[in-house]
Structures are given as C-alpha cells and as structure tokens.
C-alpha cells in the first residue's frame, strides 16, 4: 500500500464549480498535513496546510482533515481555468518527523 | 532577495561524469531536502539534512552524495552520472515542522 495516495485523475470541472480532491495516508502518527500545486514545468508550490481535525479556509481553498479515516481534502470554490494544475498532497510527522512523503498528485483541468 | 535558488537550471552532460547541483538558501531553514521528480514516480525523496553536518538518506539515495558544510547550502552530486538519473531535481527548505519552500528545480539529461 502507497503512504499517501491520490486520484491521479484527470479531474474535469467546469468553470465556476467546486473542484474537490482527495487524499488518504497510512501512517496513523502523521501531524502534518500539505497540500501543494504544481503547473506544468514548474516547481511546487504551497497552497495550504493543515494540522488539525477539521476544515481550514483560504479564499477559495479549503483544506479538510480527518485523522480517524486518514483522509484529508482540498477544496476549490468557484474554480478558474488558472487553477489547471497538478494538485499534490503531502504528510509528514509521526514516524517521519520532518520528510514530507507525496502523493503521485491530481491533475485539474477546469474548462471555461 | 530571501528564497531558494537552484543552478543550473538545466544541464546535459554524459553517462559516468562527475556532475553537482547546487541549492542555496537565504531563510536560514534548519531543514534542507533534494528530490527527484519522474513521470509515473512523482517526487521522490533523495537526501534531506536536518542541521550544518547532519544528513540522511531518503527513499532514493543510490548514486548520490551530499554535504552541508555550511546551513545555507546543500548541493547534491551524482558521482558517475547514469541515464536513469535523468530527472528534473527540487530542492526545498524548512524551518522545523514546517512547510517546506521548492526552488525552481534543475532539468538534467544525461545522454
């Protein structure tokens, strides 16, 4: 079993709607929790991240967290066509305190 | 300015070549991580270093060396360069337990 998974997708919605993407892990120890975005030849960048059991919000971005299914989610409101991207949740804490370990990441495609 | 910076961005070189990659950092981050990122693969851990002198193998460290002699730097060399180590490479920083901040990455051919 991988540590962190994703739907690699790709994941189509249209512009405007909710673009949800979803994760789980298999440490049970894991405290941190990251998701980041990554266009095409570029480099990964931070959008969110989220500690603790429940839903964080950042403008249009809400990172949800449930330890007990070891679940995490980020979602995307009133999604754009700049938002097509390569979506890549990442873990760490527990037995690998201070190594982020990735998912293979989600590709969104948001079309107008 | 304060970040991460990465050089070269891009290079080719040959198979058994001595090669290096260099990552700078100016946040002064304790925690300092190279990955490699392939296709069917995403990013792959290669080596991370906790502090100046302490380093550590990730999930892919065969072919690879790296010192921290000083925080701010933690360059990555392939000793005798193989194709199979052909990759785009990241390097990230972070204060501990934090998130961690990529640099812009080195797409490296080896022919």
């Known amino acids: 079993q991988k540590e962190v998974e994703q739907n690699s997708g790709p994941l189509s919605v249209p512009e405007g709607a909710i673009a949800s993407l979803n994760c789980t892990y298999s440490d049970r120890g894991s405290q941190s929790f990251f998701w980041y975005r990554q266009y095409s030849g570029k480099s990964p960048e931070l959008i969110m991240f989220?500690?603790?059991?429940g839903d964080k919000e950042d403008g249009r971005f809400t990172a949800q967290l449930n330890k007990a299914s070891q679940y995490v989610s980020l979602l995307i409101r009133d999604s754009q066509p700049s938002d097509s991207a390569t979506y890549l949740c990442?873990?760490?804490?527990?037995?690998?305190?201070?190594?982020?370990?990735f998912g293979q990441g989600t590709i969104l495609t948001v079309h107008p | 300015d304060a970040g991460i910076t990465q050089s070269p961005r891009y290079k080719i070189t040959e198979t058994g070549r001595q090669v290096t990659l260099m990552c700078h950092q100016t946040?002064?981050?304790?925690?300092m991580f190279w990955y490699r990122q392939d296709l069917g693969h995403g990013l792959r851990l290669i080596y991370y270093s906790a502090a100046a002198d302490i380093t550590d193998k990730g999930e892919v460290p065969d072919g690879y060396v790296v010192s921290r002699s000083k925080t701010e730097n933690f360059p990555l060399t392939l000793e005798s360069a193989t194709r199979s180590q052909t990759s785009v490479y990241f390097c990230a920083s972070s204060a501990e337990n934090q998130p961690q901040h990529f640099g812009d990455g080195t797409r490296l051919s080896i022919l």
């Open positions: 990442a873990v760490t804490g527990g037995t690998s305190y201070g190594k982020l370990t």
């Open positions: 989220i500690y603790s059991n």
């Open positions: 946040w002064s981050h304790s925690y």
